[in-house]
């Protein structure tokens, strides 16, 4: 091929770090996502990057059902790891067996999720955005953008931190409408942002929850003939480049990479140092607005995955 | 106490004559012709949007994404056998295409090839496994099923270093296999995907072959009774084997729809759990689960059915958290609909 | 038990009266009218052959009276009072036990389960099943009715043709109370097993119990028969006491005549070295 | 095109040599020995009887022959080479149709393409199924076998039971080309079509075909038979010609001579106004 | 040419005697068994903490999320159906309880007494409606999953104004309700959950039920052929209803161990796909998918299959991105182990 390919882009690659000279502990990281996450997937790379740095054997695992996620960190506890972070979206679930490990004696670091309870666990710290205020502050982005009526596009029904962002933005703007679509068909979910628009035309403002869905929107706007703007959750490689080219207005970026890498690095940190990233209070990692105006800092870690 | 009763004349006159009609009410697919037309007049009368004949292209578009792959689903259920994997080889071939032909820096068509292949592959393995050992296809199938959807996210993290495969937008190829299996063109105030006219394609050719030709008929065979069929020399395997390789070939026709249509980039995860809506698909359309009956016809019917219905809850604009809701209900409804048409038309 | 007692004991009333009655009965399936304008009278102590033609509407005729279909117009009574049975069920709490043509036994079932189904032998509290118990009945049966199957534990699907047939006909003779029903029983039986089991319908004739008995064979019908009835196209064409017609007429009533004339005649032009003469074929089967 | 003039154009070979013969064949499932050291020839125009009481091995024997299972010892040899068929089609490839006994119909499609099923009529370049073609020769066919099936287009599984039995044997008569092999066909018919098929039979092995015929009938055996074979629990117990046994004999051999003295006996005791004299019970159905 | 052979001794020789080795591998589930065997092996060898006994409990616990819903599945499979709602309706069990008691504030126990009613109630409404309208129970039951999991977020929406339902942790009743159906206790080093208890005895329960009542038998003869079982007179309808409502009744225990397990809280959108779970549990243990055969014991080894195949892969420290692949292949592995031991059975 003349154009494109693997060749054109591996000139991109960067080189690794130092390692650090502690002994090889190992750490799991135990989140809720499914399999082939893109937010995910940064999160992990942001976790193997600390662990990299710390000499850590990082063991990734994930289950979305919070029964068997609470099992994996039994699971956890059973293997003797020196370490865990965990996700505390489905905190009633999970609590029973934090606690215990915590009681083990295993340090516990937590990300993305459970912003409300972390403390009461006893865990050494939390890395993560606070969804509703990250809703919030996206509210306050729309009014400022001057939209008069926003979709606030779900791709998981009865997700506790999408509709957190969701209700976020109704307090602060109101006319919001939620809609449910199949983040796991992307071919659907454009058909359904189609009609959507097709339905009700005073829609000029969409917002996706993950960089994906906000993508396909692009296309449904298309489809529908729809001049409605979009702002979006969470950034990629291609997210950076629609927010460059101006097809989409903004992203909300919780920073991903930095939970996974504060969660895993904290654990070492204290186990090496005794030190507490933040000191006792949660480390927000998040909102922060990618713009136009800013993209140009933000591209080429997203382009490398890191973003 | 003897008494004979003057023999009734020999002509069998026991047979009423049918009509066209009840004739024409006992194919497999009338039932949920009926019932799609219900949810049609239904959503007609609550959802003004339903109304503007332009949008139909959404719905055709949205049917069309479910229907394709529904076509080999009930030809393969009609054959008497499921295919699990179905839905995660589709996202197999799309990122296979993607992958290599990133990877290589070859010529899109060339990557399309591989996938191709690959597809084919999968199928003919799934049948050949089935027939080797005799295990129901649910077992083998579900096997094929995580085996790919496991590979589908490790070879993309493995090459990418991401969970979905790099954009092959730029590469060489890309326009042109784009025009073939996702662009779209204007008719009057509608744009039709040019995936829908496929679909009516590939429908109307599988019904041709399914009623029309031998192999047609030696599908209903195998469904119907296998051990029957092998009896009077139907190639059971043969016929089997060549039904998952069709899957195989449609799931390699989806997935490049979807690598174009998300141009040229596949999201690994994607799939899981479409093979369900194909199935769905082909059993509201009349096909028995137990095999030897339905039509192809009925399936495309079912994936409309299915399309209206995800889009009808929402051009009439009901609170989205009663969505699944209505689904079900409708989904229902059409079913006991299809169920007293044929009742009926049995009863002519 | 024996078979002989159990009939002895639970057969009453007067072989006299009917047990079951039919009145101009009639059956479709959608447009296809199987029985028109049936009447047909089964009593206790008596033997009724119903003959005819595949496609007759024996099958189902028997299938009503059985409780697996509903008639769709006349009346049919048992024990005098006018019933439409639901399901086969109501039929066998009547007492009427059936051998059906085509349904009989789940295949992956082992034998002994097969042929206690729905009237399992259960012991202490729990409703435990007496599987010991069951099974030396089942093989007794069985055994009487001279059939060695090997192993008792085997599924049905597994056994032969003529097997799985005695496997049912035991079943049902073992448990039939007023009435026996047996569609076609001897068609895929040995001529030893055939004797057998027109050794036990005469058995339960004489024990009081009404048998309906149908088959395609006119010598089996007329070695046990009391009265016989014979369907052409759904309708009675013949309804006559065993007094009344011979062997040869029923015969020719159940070919219609003309038809094994030229039967006989064909046969007769081939090679007589190889095939017999025209005096046997006259007399066929 | 007629079955006879397809019969004539179809058969070659001289009548002496054995088309299939069998070696002291033997065939286990799992640990049921369900044949032994059995020998059989199959000549063409000529008609062998294979009879025996209900699970002797029968269709055993003529499924091996007709590919649907391998044997385990033994040869087989067809056309007088060594053969061992690996599926149903290479039989059948080699001029051997069959009428099995339990699989024979897909119940959910219709008459005419069961008729058909693997032999399909198409007609242009595309292989189109001719399906006019096909409908007025199954109705044909079955005409000439003397049913009646109102519409070609309902499904076998409504059929009646001998309904079904006439479309399977019509297809055996309709396709065979050299050996014919007949698995209690006249098991389920009526007495017209018994006489058809039996008509059919004759006429098949005049026209220079071999047939193999299993019967539980002794009539209709000795009506057409040329050869006769008994099978005992997997064995050969009886291995004759037509010209070497009576009828009456040959009844006592199917039947194992002491158990009908015992029946006749038995059937005698009983009131002999309801049932017939010893004089008919000796000889049989 | 006549010969006439001797006619052999009368007695039946043909059969040779079988070991009760020979028998006890014929049973259903004996092929899962030594599935499993192989699977523990290969973990013990490659997953160093699989060789913890203590651990044990936790594969356990894991195997019994599935393996006490895979007990009711099993019999409805081999009763010949299929119940796509049982995973959403365990969601709506805990749920109904959860949010019946906290919005009424009355006890816990009253609350899980109206969730138990409801989940007969579902299960009723299934068999009730299969039997109805002959539909195959894939459709009716899907019906029912849609809805259930609309239903199951529109109502928590509704009442908790979240899409949880309100903790009830702190109400009378819960922890008396807690201990029957979340509590642990230790055994030597060794921490059993109290579900692993239930499930044990569930099993037992079932087997004894399936192989040794009058229930069991009807259980087999309507899986196995429904048109036979109902002409000698056993009560088909009643039995699958019957089957369905026992679906129900495990989804209202099994939501009751979600609820209390996770502190009073139940997410409404848990539960789906988690029905397949039960269904590959039966059918990797042995349960015919089409009924009449299988055993209730085999699904809990299916279970317990899947459980070690899940944990062990963590317990190894393996790539997860690989984790479905290998699943995969090890569900391949057994279910082909599987088959190989039951054909070897059949041959002695
Ligand atoms: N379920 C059904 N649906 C439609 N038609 C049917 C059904 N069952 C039977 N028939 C038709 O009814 C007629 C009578 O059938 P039935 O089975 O009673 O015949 P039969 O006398 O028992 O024949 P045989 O001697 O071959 O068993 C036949 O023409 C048959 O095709
Ligand atoms: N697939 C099988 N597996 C195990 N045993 C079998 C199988 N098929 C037949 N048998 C056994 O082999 C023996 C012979 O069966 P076969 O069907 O050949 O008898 P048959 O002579 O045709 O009897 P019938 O006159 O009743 O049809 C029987 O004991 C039967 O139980
Ligand atoms: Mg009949
Ligand atoms: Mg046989």
């Known amino acids: 091929s003349d154009s494109g390919g693997k060749q054109e882009e591996q000139k991109a690659d960067a080189g690794s770090g130092n390692v650090a000279t502690t002994p090889r502990i190992k750490v ?113 982005k729309l009014k400022q953008l001057g939209a008069k009526k926003v979709l606030c596009i779900v791709h998981e029904q009865g997700n506790v931190s999408l509709e957190a962002r969701c209700q976020g933005i109704k307090n602060k703007f109101g006319v919001v409408e939620n809609l449910n679509v199949d983040g796991a068909d992307q071919p659907g979910t454009q058909a359904t942002i189609t009609s959507k628009l097709q339905q009700d035309k005073s829609v000029d403002y969409l917002v996706g929850l993950n960089a994906g869905v906000t993508l396909t929107a692009v296309q449904a706007a298309k489809d529908a003939g729809s001049s409605a703007k979009i702002g979006s959750f969470d950034m990629s490689k291609e997210m950076a480049k629609a927010v460059k080219d101006g097809t989409v207005q903004f992203a909300v970026d919780q920073q991903p990479y930095l939970q996974g890498y504060l969660a895993i690095d904290a654990i070492w940190l204290s186990k090496t140092n005794g030190n507490s990233i933040g000191g006792g209070e949660a480390t927000l990692t998040g909102p922060s607005f990618v713009e136009k105006s800013n993209i140009e800092a933000v591209e080429k870690f997203a382009a490398a995955g890191t973003r | ?125 799934n049948g050949w496994l089935l027939m080797r050992t005799g295990l129901p296809s649910f077992l083998v199938t579900l096997g094929t099923f995580f085996i790919l959807q496991g590979l589908n996210v490790a070879v993309t993290r493995l090459t990418s270093g991401a969970v979905a495969s790099n954009s092959i937008s730029d590469m060489d190829g890309f326009t042109s296999a784009k025009a073939l299996f996702a662009s779209e063109f204007k008719l009057g105030g509608l744009t039709i995907k040019i995936i829908v006219v496929w679909w009516t394609v590939f429908v109307a050719i599988a019904a041709w072959m399914l009623l029309r030709t031998k192999i047609g008929n030696w599908i209903f065979a195998v469904g119907g009774d296998a051990a029957s069929a092998r009896a009077v020399g139907v190639p059971v395997k043969k016929v ?43 059993v509201v359309g009349g096909c028995l689960l137990t095999g030897g009956y339905g039509s192809v016809v009925g399936g495309a019917v079912g994936a409309l059915i299915f399309g209206m219905v995800q889009l009808g809850v929402v051009y009439a604009g009901w609170n989205p958290d009663w969505f699944k809701a209505f689904l079900g209900a409708m989904l229902l409804l059409a079913t006991i609909v299809n169920l007293v048409v044929k009742n009926k038309a049995d009863a002519r | 038990m024996s078979t002989t007692e159990s009939f002895a004991s639970e057969a009453t009333g007067s072989p006299t009266t009917p047990v079951v009655h039919l009145e101009n009965v009639g059956k479709s399936y959608g447009n296809i009218h199987a029985l028109r304008g049936v009447s047909l009278s089964v009593r206790q102590g008596e033997i009724t052959c119903v003959l005819g033609d595949n496609g007759a509407g024996k099958s189902t005729l028997i299938k009503i009276i059985a409780g697996l279909h509903d008639y769709t117009s006349g009346t049919m009574s048992v024990n005098g009072e006018q019933r439409h049975f639901s399901s086969p069920r109501e039929s066998l709490d009547s007492g009427i036990a059936t051998v059906y043509q085509d349904l009989a036994l789940a295949p992956l079932m082992s034998v002994w389960r097969n042929f206690f189904l729905g009237n399992e032998l259960t012991k202490g509290p729990f409703g435990v099943l007496d599987a010991a118990r069951m099974k030396r009945i089942a093989q007794e049966e069985l055994t009487k009715m001279g059939i060695s199957i090997p192993n008792l534990e085997q599924p049905v699907g597994k056994l032969s043709g003529g097997q799985r047939q005695c496997v049912a006909i035991a079943r049902a003779i073992h448990f039939g109370a007023k009435v026996l029903i047996l569609d076609e029983p001897t068609a895929a039986l040995g001529v030893n097993q055939s004797g057998v089991v027109l050794k036990y319908i005469v058995k339960a004739r004489d024990a009081g119990i009404g048998v309906v008995f149908i088959t395609h064979n006119p010598h089996h019908a007329y070695l046990v028969g009391n009265h016989f009835v014979i369907l052409k196209l759904g309708r009675v064409a013949l309804d006559t ?43 066929p089967h």
């Open chain 3, 241 to 283: 006491h065993r007094s009344d017609i011979t062997l040869e007429q029923l015969t020719t009533e159940m070919a219609g005549g003309s038809e094994l004339e030229a039967l006989s005649h064909e046969l007769r032009g081939f090679d007589p070295e190889l095939v017999v003469g025209p005096e046997e074929t006259t007399k």
């Open chain 2, 240 to 282: 089997k084997i060549g039904l998952f390789m069709t899957v195989g070939f449609f799931a390699w026709f989806t997935g490049m729809q979807l690598l174009f249509v998300q141009n040229g980039v596949v999201q690994s995860g994607e799939g899981v759990g479409k093979e369900f809506l194909y199935i769905i698909a082909a």
């Open chain 1, 28 to 140: 799991a990281l135990i989140t809720h996502s499914k399999a082939g996450d893109t937010f995910w997937d940064i999160v992990r790379r942001g976790a193997e990057a600390a662990a990299q740095k710390d000499n850590i054997e990082l063991q990734y695992s994930s289950d979305p059902d919070g029964a068997a996620q609470a099992n994996l960190v039994q699971t956890a506890i059973d293997s003797k790891v020196d370490g865990i972070a965990v996700t505390l979206n489905k905190p009633d679930a999970m609590m029973p067996n934090v606690k215990k490990a915590i009681a083990a004696g295993i340090p516990v670091t937590v990300l993305n999720g459970g912003l409300d309870t972390w403390k009461q666990s006893g865990a050494i710290g939390y890395f993560g955005q606070d969804e509703r205020i990250a809703g919030e502050a996206t509210g306050d």
């Open chain 2, 1 to 125: 106490m003897a008494s004979t009763i003057a023999a009734p004349a020999d002509a069998d006159d026991r047979v009423s004559a049918r009509s066209i009609g009840a004739r024409l009410l006992s194919r497999p697919e009338i039932g949920s012709l009926v019932g799609a037309a219900v949810i049609l007049v239904f959503f007609l009368v609550t959802a003004e949007p339903f109304r503007d004949l332009n949008n139909a292209g959404t719905i055709l578009y949205q049917a069309s994404l479910i229907g394709v792959m529904a076509v080999p689903v009930s030809l393969l259920m009609i054959g008497g056998e499921f295919d699990l994997s179905a839905g995660v080889a589709v996202t197999t071939g799309g990122l296979t295409a993607g992958i290599f032909a990133y990877q290589f820096s070859v010529n899109v068509w060339v990557g399309m090839a591989v996938a191709l292949v690959l597809a084919l592959a999968i199928g003919l393995f």
